[in-house]
Protein backbone atom coordinates (compact mmCIF):
# COMPACT_ATOMS: atom_id res chain seq x y z
CA UNK A 1 0.00 0.00 0.00
CA UNK A 2 1.01 3.29 -0.90
CA UNK A 3 0.04 6.59 0.14
CA UNK A 4 0.11 9.32 -1.64
CA UNK A 5 -0.58 13.17 -1.19
CA UNK A 6 -2.73 15.26 -3.73
CA UNK A 7 -2.21 19.07 -4.10
CA UNK A 8 -6.21 19.57 -5.30
CA UNK A 9 -7.58 22.44 -7.02
CA UNK A 10 -11.39 23.30 -7.41
CA UNK A 11 -14.30 25.43 -8.38
CA UNK A 12 -16.36 25.17 -5.82
CA UNK A 13 -19.47 25.59 -7.52
CA UNK A 14 -21.28 22.72 -8.52
CA UNK A 15 -20.59 21.07 -5.67
CA UNK A 16 -22.18 20.17 -1.59
CA UNK A 17 -18.94 21.19 -0.26
CA UNK A 18 -15.66 19.00 0.03
CA UNK A 19 -16.90 16.12 2.20
CA UNK A 20 -18.69 13.02 0.77
CA UNK A 21 -22.79 13.97 0.61
CA UNK A 22 -25.66 11.45 0.19
CA UNK A 23 -27.74 14.39 -1.17
CA UNK A 24 -25.56 16.12 -3.85
CA UNK A 25 -22.18 16.18 -5.51
CA UNK A 26 -18.67 16.54 -3.36
CA UNK A 27 -15.08 17.20 -4.20
CA UNK A 28 -14.24 13.94 -2.56
CA UNK A 29 -16.57 11.78 -4.06
CA UNK A 30 -15.75 12.75 -7.37
CA UNK A 31 -11.82 12.16 -6.16
CA UNK A 32 -12.68 8.90 -5.04
CA UNK A 33 -14.61 7.63 -8.04
CA UNK A 34 -12.04 8.93 -10.28
CA UNK A 35 -9.34 6.12 -7.99
CA UNK A 36 -11.90 3.51 -8.14
CA UNK A 37 -12.23 3.99 -12.05
CA UNK A 38 -8.33 3.51 -12.44
CA UNK A 39 -7.34 1.01 -9.86
CA UNK A 40 -10.70 -0.81 -8.74
CA UNK A 41 -9.75 0.14 -5.22
CA UNK A 42 -12.40 1.50 -3.22
CA UNK A 43 -10.59 4.15 -1.21
CA UNK A 44 -11.23 7.25 1.07
CA UNK A 45 -9.60 10.39 0.02
CA UNK A 46 -8.71 12.51 3.16
CA UNK A 47 -8.19 16.36 3.43
CA UNK A 48 -6.67 19.17 5.31
CA UNK A 49 -9.74 21.04 5.52
CA UNK A 50 -13.76 20.73 4.71
CA UNK A 51 -15.02 23.35 2.57
CA UNK A 52 -18.44 24.11 2.00
CA UNK A 53 -20.58 24.29 -0.75
CA UNK A 54 -19.23 27.03 -3.27
CA UNK A 55 -16.24 27.25 -1.57
CA UNK A 56 -13.05 27.00 -3.62
CA UNK A 57 -9.42 25.86 -3.59
CA UNK A 58 -6.39 26.80 -4.99
CA UNK A 59 -4.29 24.04 -3.25
CA UNK A 60 -5.96 21.67 -1.17
CA UNK A 61 -3.85 18.80 0.65
CA UNK A 62 -5.35 15.67 0.47
CA UNK A 63 -3.97 11.89 0.73
CA UNK A 64 -5.26 8.74 -0.85
CA UNK A 65 -3.72 4.93 -0.11
CA UNK A 66 -3.53 3.01 -3.27
CA UNK A 67 -2.38 -0.68 -3.42
CA UNK A 68 -1.96 -0.61 -7.43
CA UNK A 69 1.86 -0.13 -8.38
CA UNK A 70 1.35 3.02 -9.83
CA UNK A 71 3.68 6.31 -10.36
CA UNK A 72 2.85 9.62 -8.74
CA UNK A 73 2.65 11.52 -12.19
CA UNK A 74 0.53 8.32 -14.02
CA UNK A 75 -1.72 8.94 -10.93
CA UNK A 76 -2.11 12.44 -11.55
CA UNK A 77 -2.78 12.19 -14.75
CA UNK A 78 -5.38 9.34 -14.95
CA UNK A 79 -6.87 11.41 -11.78
CA UNK A 80 -6.79 14.48 -14.26
CA UNK A 81 -8.49 11.90 -17.00
CA UNK A 82 -11.13 10.64 -15.23
CA UNK A 83 -12.10 13.90 -13.24
CA UNK A 84 -13.16 15.54 -16.97
CA UNK A 85 -15.18 17.70 -16.74
CA UNK A 86 -15.84 18.25 -13.11
CA UNK A 87 -13.84 21.54 -12.63
CA UNK A 88 -11.29 19.81 -10.16
CA UNK A 89 -7.83 19.43 -11.14
CA UNK A 90 -5.04 17.22 -9.34
CA UNK A 91 -1.88 19.91 -9.74
CA UNK A 92 0.29 18.10 -7.64
CA UNK A 93 1.19 14.29 -6.36
CA UNK A 94 3.83 12.59 -4.27
CA UNK A 95 4.52 9.69 -2.23
CA UNK A 96 4.66 10.27 1.27
CA UNK A 97 5.71 8.03 4.78
CA UNK A 98 2.44 6.18 6.00
CA UNK A 99 2.41 8.35 9.19
CA UNK A 100 1.43 10.99 6.87
CA UNK A 101 -2.37 12.54 7.40
CA UNK A 102 -3.30 15.39 5.59
CA UNK A 103 -5.26 16.87 8.04
CA UNK A 104 -3.58 15.94 11.47
CA UNK A 105 0.08 16.20 9.96
CA UNK A 106 -1.36 19.92 8.97
CA UNK A 107 0.51 22.76 11.01
CA UNK A 108 -1.31 25.56 9.40
CA UNK A 109 -4.32 26.61 7.00
CA UNK A 110 -4.51 29.65 4.84
CA UNK A 111 -7.48 31.21 3.39
CA UNK A 112 -8.17 33.82 0.98
CA UNK A 113 -11.52 36.25 0.63
CA UNK A 114 -11.68 37.97 -2.44
CA UNK A 115 -14.37 41.42 -2.54
CA UNK A 116 -14.92 43.47 -5.52
CA UNK A 117 -16.06 46.72 -5.08
CA UNK A 118 -18.14 48.17 -7.93
CA UNK A 119 -21.51 48.80 -8.98
CA UNK A 120 -21.66 46.73 -11.65
CA UNK A 121 -22.53 42.80 -11.52
CA UNK A 122 -19.74 40.77 -11.54
CA UNK A 123 -19.21 38.39 -15.39
CA UNK A 124 -15.70 36.93 -15.55
CA UNK A 125 -15.45 36.53 -11.41
CA UNK A 126 -19.15 35.74 -10.64
CA UNK A 127 -19.05 33.04 -8.30
CA UNK A 128 -15.78 33.87 -7.47
CA UNK A 129 -15.95 36.67 -5.91
CA UNK A 130 -18.15 38.89 -3.46
CA UNK A 131 -19.44 42.00 -4.52
CA UNK A 132 -20.29 44.67 -2.61
CA UNK A 133 -21.83 47.47 -4.82
CA UNK A 134 -20.15 50.00 -2.30
CA UNK A 135 -16.28 51.91 -1.95
CA UNK A 136 -15.20 49.96 1.01
CA UNK A 137 -12.69 51.60 4.06
CA UNK A 138 -9.90 48.74 3.96
CA UNK A 139 -7.97 50.61 6.70
CA UNK A 140 -10.59 51.09 9.13
CA UNK A 141 -11.06 47.12 8.21
CA UNK A 142 -7.26 45.99 8.26
CA UNK A 143 -7.91 47.84 12.14
CA UNK A 144 -10.67 45.80 12.97
CA UNK A 145 -9.12 42.60 11.28
CA UNK A 146 -6.17 43.34 13.80
CA UNK A 147 -8.11 43.00 17.12
CA UNK A 148 -9.35 39.72 16.14
CA UNK A 149 -5.58 38.09 15.85
CA UNK A 150 -4.55 35.64 18.41
CA UNK A 151 -5.67 33.05 21.14
CA UNK A 152 -9.55 33.84 21.67
CA UNK A 153 -12.93 32.14 22.22
CA UNK A 154 -14.78 32.65 18.64
CA UNK A 155 -18.28 31.69 19.40
CA UNK A 156 -19.49 34.75 17.99
CA UNK A 157 -18.12 34.04 14.31
CA UNK A 158 -18.98 30.10 14.59
CA UNK A 159 -21.39 28.36 13.35
CA UNK A 160 -24.22 27.40 15.00
CA UNK A 161 -23.77 23.54 13.72
CA UNK A 162 -20.24 23.71 14.24
CA UNK A 163 -18.88 20.30 15.52
CA UNK A 164 -15.53 21.52 16.97
CA UNK A 165 -15.27 20.58 20.37
CA UNK A 166 -14.02 23.94 21.65
CA UNK A 167 -14.40 27.41 20.29
CA UNK A 168 -11.01 28.75 20.82
CA UNK A 169 -8.78 28.63 18.15
CA UNK A 170 -5.46 31.02 17.89
CA UNK A 171 -6.10 33.14 14.56
CA UNK A 172 -2.01 33.60 13.34
CA UNK A 173 -2.97 36.28 10.63
CA UNK A 174 -6.11 38.52 9.54
CA UNK A 175 -4.67 40.99 6.97
CA UNK A 176 -6.46 42.87 4.78
CA UNK A 177 -5.41 45.07 1.68
CA UNK A 178 -6.80 46.67 -1.19
CA UNK A 179 -5.75 45.97 -4.90
CA UNK A 180 -7.45 48.16 -6.66
CA UNK A 181 -11.18 47.50 -7.04
CA UNK A 182 -10.45 44.28 -5.27
CA UNK A 183 -9.91 43.48 -1.31
CA UNK A 184 -8.46 40.75 -0.30
CA UNK A 185 -8.67 39.21 2.97
CA UNK A 186 -5.65 37.00 3.93
CA UNK A 187 -6.50 34.31 6.92
CA UNK A 188 -4.27 32.19 8.51
CA UNK A 189 -4.40 29.10 11.53
CA UNK A 190 -3.68 25.78 12.75
CA UNK A 191 -7.22 24.89 12.40
CA UNK A 192 -10.84 27.00 11.92
CA UNK A 193 -14.28 26.63 13.08
CA UNK A 194 -17.26 26.43 10.80
CA UNK A 195 -17.71 29.58 8.98
CA UNK A 196 -14.92 31.53 11.09
CA UNK A 197 -13.93 33.00 8.10
CA UNK A 198 -16.93 33.94 6.42
CA UNK A 199 -18.29 35.21 9.62
CA UNK A 200 -15.02 37.25 10.19
CA UNK A 201 -14.91 38.88 6.49
CA UNK A 202 -18.94 39.53 6.74
CA UNK A 203 -18.36 41.78 9.41
CA UNK A 204 -15.66 43.07 8.52
CA UNK A 205 -17.25 44.43 5.65
CA UNK A 206 -19.66 46.05 8.06
CA UNK A 207 -16.61 48.14 9.64
CA UNK A 208 -15.44 48.78 5.80
CA UNK A 209 -18.96 50.80 5.08
CA UNK A 210 -19.00 52.73 8.57
CA UNK A 211 -21.74 50.81 9.88
CA UNK A 212 -19.73 49.21 12.60
CA UNK A 213 -16.48 50.63 14.07
CA UNK A 214 -12.98 48.48 14.16
CA UNK A 215 -14.17 48.67 18.04
CA UNK A 216 -17.21 46.38 17.30
CA UNK A 217 -15.57 43.72 16.17
CA UNK A 218 -13.46 43.71 19.63
CA UNK A 219 -17.11 43.70 21.32
CA UNK A 220 -18.47 40.69 18.97
CA UNK A 221 -15.56 38.93 20.20
CA UNK A 222 -15.53 39.51 23.60
CA UNK A 223 -19.66 38.43 23.54
CA UNK A 224 -19.01 35.09 23.01
CA UNK A 225 -22.47 34.87 21.19
CA UNK A 226 -23.43 34.17 17.43
CA UNK A 227 -26.33 36.88 18.26
CA UNK A 228 -23.77 39.00 18.17
CA UNK A 229 -22.85 38.89 14.80
CA UNK A 230 -23.20 41.05 11.81
CA UNK A 231 -23.21 38.85 8.77
CA UNK A 232 -21.73 35.90 7.13
CA UNK A 233 -20.40 36.79 3.89
CA UNK A 234 -20.82 33.92 1.06
CA UNK A 235 -19.19 31.45 -0.02
CA UNK A 236 -18.10 33.00 -3.24
CA UNK A 237 -15.22 34.48 -2.83
CA UNK A 238 -13.09 31.90 -0.24
CA UNK A 239 -10.48 30.00 -1.59
CA UNK A 240 -8.37 27.54 0.81
CA UNK A 241 -5.02 28.40 -0.27
CA UNK A 242 -2.57 26.04 0.84
CA UNK A 243 -1.98 24.12 4.27
CA UNK A 244 1.65 23.98 6.04
CA UNK A 245 3.63 20.88 6.84
CA UNK A 246 6.32 19.89 8.94
Known amino acids: MTRFALTVEF ?3 PFMGWQRQSHGASVQAAIETAALAITGETVAVHAAGRTD ?13 VARTITPFRLMEALNAKL ?56 AMADGAARLVGRHDFTTFRS ?40 MVGCLALVGQGKWTPGDM ?10 ALGFNAPPDGLFFVKADYP
Open 53 to 65: AGVHALGMRAHVD
Open 84 to 139: RPDPVAIIACEIVPDDWHARFSCLARHYEYRVVTRRAPLTVELGLAWRVPVELDAA
Open 218 to 227: SAALAAKDRA
Open 11 to 13: DGR
Open 160 to 199: AHCQADSPVRTLDRLDVAREGERIVVRASARSFLHHQVRS
